[in-house]
C-alpha cells in the first residue's frame, strides 16, 4: 500500500474517532445555543418577615420561659449548578434567628427562581416560577412558595396551607396569617398522616415573621408583643 492511501485513511479514521468515542468533542457549537439562566431572588423574598441583621423578637415557650430571637446573620449569596450544558447562577438568602439563653437557633433559606433576561435586562415572574422557603427548628422544618406580592402560591392538599384572616397571640392580632404544615406530615404532594411526630404548624406574617412555630416533639414557641416583658 502506498504512502498517500495511508495518508488518506489516517486522516478519514480521525472524525470516525470523534464520532464514536467522544460526540461532543469534535464540535465547537455543540452548547453555543443553549441559554444559560440567571436566576435572582424576589422582592418578597428581600423583605418578607422583616428579616433584617440585628432585629429582635420576644417570644414565650410552651415550657413557660420567655427569650429573645434575634437576627443574627443574614447573608445573600450566589451558587451555580449545571446539567450538561446548561450552566445556571442562581441567588441565595440565608438568614439565623438566634438566642443567646437557652440557646436556639432557627434557619431560614431563600432560594432564587425569579428568571432574569440578560437580553432585557428585568426581572419578571414567569409562568409556573415561585418564590421558595425553606424554615428549619431542631428536627421540624416547613417549605412554601410565595407569590410576586409575597403570598403562598398555592394552598396545597389537606389544609397543608392555609390563609387566616387574622389570628391573636398574646393579646394582639396579626392579619393575613398563613399556616404551614411541616414537611414532615405534608411533602409538597401527599398529606402523610403514618409519620413519627405530632402535627405540627407554623404561623408566618409578610411583616412579622415567625408568630408561632410548633414541632413534632409536641414544643412550640409563640410571639410576645407589647410592654409586659420588658
Not at 450538561?84 to 442562581?90: D, N
Not at 403562598?152 to 392555609?162: K, L, S, Y
Request: proline residues 3%; hydrophobic residues 30%.
Amino acid at each position: 500500500m502506498s504512502t498517500r492511501i495511508i495518508l488518506s485513511l489516517a486522516f478519514l479514521a480521525i472524525p470516525l474517532i470523534c464520532l464514536t468515542a467522544c460526540p461532543d468533542c469534535c464540535t465547537t457549537d455543540t452548547c453555543d445555543s443553549i441559554y444559560h439562566p440567571d436566576y435572582r431572588l424576589a422582592d418578597c423574598q428581600k423583605t418578607i418577615g422583616n428579616f433584617k441583621k440585628g432585629n429582635t423578637t420576644h417570644y414565650v415557650h410552651s415550657e413557660g420561659f420567655e427569650f429573645d430571637l434575634s437576627v443574627s446573620y443574614d447573608s445573600t449569596f450566589s451558587s451555580n449548578w449545571s446539567d450538561y450544558c446548561v450552566i445556571a447562577e442562581q441567588e441565595n438568602r440565608t438568614v439565623y434567628l438566634s438566642s443567646t439563653y437557652p440557646i436556639m437557633n432557627v434557619e431560614i433559606n431563600f432560594y432564587g427562581r425569579v428568571n432574569v433576561s440578560k437580553e432585557e435586562n428585568t426581572r419578571e415572574f414567569n409562568i409556573g416560577q415561585s418564590a421558595p422557603v425553606f424554615i428549619s427548628y431542631r428536627n421540624t422544618s416547613f417549605t412554601f412558595e410565595l407569590d410576586s406580592t409575597g403570598l403562598p402560591e398555592e394552598m396545597g392538599i389537606d389544609n397543608a396551607i392555609r390563609m387566616l384572616d387574622t389570628i391573636t397571640f398574646n393579646g394582639v392580632t396579626y392579619d393575613s396569617v398563613f399556616v404551614i404544615m411541616d414537611n414532615t406530615h405534608y411533602n409538597a404532594i401527599n398529606y402523610n398522616e403514618e409519620v413519627d411526630g405530632e402535627l405540627a404548624h407554623l404561623y408566618f406574617s409578610r411583616t412579622k415573621g415567625i408568630l408561632k412555630l410548633e414541632c413534632t416533639d409536641g414544643k412550640s414557641f409563640t410571639i410576645k408583643e407589647g410592654d409586659d416583658h420588658e
